[in-house]
């Protein structure tokens, strides 16, 4: 009990460090912020206060009186506002790093801009609105020689890992099963957000889903052949929410007989209306001789467990707050704050303690599409801009 309290205050207050010198080696990064997003004080700033190589450089914003309140509140030394800040912010050439954090409709063409300034992108998730977006992403980013991360945070967080070792341990012997559920209370995502907007990428597949697929493929280390099935439900039974997903559930099968089943729901109906049911965070694999079972898999660093269940023996419970070993990191560190570290030492030219590579965010965005195209809900639209080595279109 002491170590969740522990945890929980050194979350909110991290023990700040300051950043290295300019002239330091390396210099420390300087990052700039595609928007005044909601998750950028717990994904970006939070986790800068500790890394001596990330300072927060610049934030971007469409109106600039909102940007310059977001870098007063969030300690940014610099505002871009206006219709071409997210522009400007890109060509100035003290940015080294651009985090884009819009609406997922957005994600593809800022990327692909900031890549063409000859920035790397610590890119929110889901990657895109299509695989054939994020195979163009990339393509980019290997001829620019440029660093980009799906920001699936969870991935570098210890206790995912630990999962992944056990199951590769084969103690508990091969999958046959891995059954993935998140879901958030109804009006967590309220009606104007950008989760129920068609032409922003919206839906639930998009949102709490894109982990699920990701944390399946990632557990049943291969990609899935097939979806078996899949349903979903609209946000509403107005026009513009006919393709935009509440919540799905969808069962896919693997090559070596593994079956994935997973649900999300963006809108749990609450109990009598008001009181939010406790959210569904859980991955599960059946294995031939046992399971195992991670409660919390996406945000682990306040509280979680994982059990394991061999058939034949004691059922143990463990967890993973920090690696064992040599590995960087500390019992408070957040799921951001791990990936923050990945990905600067990737950056940096440093070898990552783990790493999502471009083809896995590729093959996330297709079993996506995927899932959209057996429940008859569709991809999310193709992004309008064009891009063009010398001039952009769109
Ligand atoms: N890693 C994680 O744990 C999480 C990741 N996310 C991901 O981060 C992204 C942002 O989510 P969230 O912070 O909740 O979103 P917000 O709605 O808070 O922020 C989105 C930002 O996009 C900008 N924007 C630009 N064009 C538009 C437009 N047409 N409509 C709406 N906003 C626009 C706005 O910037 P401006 O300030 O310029 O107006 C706004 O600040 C999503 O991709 C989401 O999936 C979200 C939550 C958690
Ligand atoms: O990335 C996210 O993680 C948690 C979800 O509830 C949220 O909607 C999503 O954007």
């Not at 609105?129 to 620019?144: G, H, M, P, S, V």
């Not at 729901?265 to 609450?270: G, Y």
Request: include cysteine.
């Amino acid at each position: 009990m002491l170590d969740f309290f522990f945890r929980l205050y050194y979350i909110s207050n991290p023990p700040k460090v300051a950043a290295q010198s300019a002239s330091s080696n390396p210099k420390p990064l300087k990052f700039g912020c595609l928007g005044a997003a909601k998750i950028t004080p717990g994904a970006l700033v939070n986790p800068s206060h500790t890394h001596p190589e990330v300072v927060l450089y610049a934030v971007a914003a469409r109106d600039k009186a909102r940007a310059e309140e977001f870098a007063t509140k969030h300690g940014f030394q610099k505002a871009y506002g206006g219709s071409m800040g997210y522009q400007e912010m890109i060509n100035d050439p003290e940015v080294d790093v651009i985090y884009n954090p819009l609406p997922n409709g957005l994600h593809f063409e800022w990327t692909m801009k900031a890549l063409k300034g000859g920035k790397h992108v610590l890119l929110e998730k889901p990657a895109t609105d299509t695989a054939n977006e994020a195979a163009q992403i990339y393509a980019l980013a290997e001829r620019k020689g440029l660093v980009v991360l799906e920001a699936f945070h969870y991935r570098f967080h210890p206790a995912i890992q630990r999962v992944k070792a056990i199951l590769d341990s084969k103690e508990l012997g091969a999958i046959t099963n891995i059954s993935i559920s998140l879901t958030a209370p109804s009006g967590t995502a309220k009606d104007d957000d950008i989760r129920w907007k068609y032409e922003l990428g919206g839906g639930s597949t998009m949102d709490p889903g894109s982990y699920t697929v990701n944390a399946l493929h990632y557990l049943a280390s291969s990609n899935p052949s097939s979806v078996m099935k899949a349903s979903a439900v609209p946000y509403s039974s107005a026009p513009e929410h006919k393709k935009v997903d509440q919540r799905f559930t969808a069962t896919l099968a693997f090559e070596n007989n593994i079956v994935g089943e997973l649900y999300s729901n963006l809108n749990e109906s609450r109990i009598f209306g008001i009181i939010p049911r406790i959210p569904k965070l859980t991955a599960t694999v059946q294995c031939e001789s046992g399971y195992i079972e991670i409660f919390n898999f996406l945000i682990p660093s306040y509280y979680h467990y994982i059990t394991v269940a061999p058939s034949g023996g004691p059922r143990r419970t463990e967890k993973a707050y920090s690696f064992k070993g040599s590995a960087k990191g500390e019992d408070w560190w957040t799921t951001y704050r791990y990936q923050m570290e990945a990905f600067v030492d990737k950056v940096q030219g440093r070898t990552p303690q783990t790493w999502l590579e471009p083809q896995e965010t590729i093959e996330n965005m297709k079993w996506i599409e995927a899932i959209y195209d057996k429940d008859g809900f569709g991809s999310r639209p193709h992004s309008t801009y064009v891009f063009h080595d010398d001039k952009d279109t769109k």
